[in-house]
């Protein structure tokens, strides 16, 4: 059973920045489809940004040019650098590990917080 603990989340002022970090138990960031959620309180789960295998990047509009997500294969761990935070951003934010060919795989993290404020 593959194991993801998000990691890196906390209390930063409108402007601040964090980078979240999402460690596998086993080497799947480099084969997976990677991705960040986010949930805010009384809101539907929202896709932040997304890697795949091969490297390419997808961001939500409302996060593009202020998050970058990469990964770190040897460790095993994924990164959601976070720019320019705004308070909308707060969340809790989820990483998630996706595979589907001829069997789906579908693994997720306990979430970190992130708050906003001033």
């Known amino acids: 059973q593959v194991r993801l603990v998000e990691s890196g989340g906390g209390l930063v002022q409108p402007g601040g920045s964090l980078r979240l970090s999402c460690a596998a138990s086993?080497?799947?960031?480099?084969?997976?489809?990677m991705f960040w959620y986010r949930q805010a309180p009384e809101k539907q789960r929202e896709l932040a940004a997304c890697m795949t295998p091969d490297g390419r990047k997808n961001y939500a509009d409302s996060v593009k040019g202020r998050f970058t997500i990469s990964r770190d294969n040897g460790k095993n761990t994924v990164y959601l650098q976070m720019n320019s935070l705004k308070p909308e951003d707060a969340a809790v934010y989820f990483c998630?590990?996706?595979?589907?060919?001829?069997?789906?795989?579908?693994?997720w993290g306990q979430g970190t917080q992130v708050t906003v404020s001033s």
């Open positions: 086993s080497s799947i960031v480099s084969a997976y489809d």
């Open positions: 998630n590990a996706h595979y589907s060919t001829i069997v789906t795989r579908d693994y």
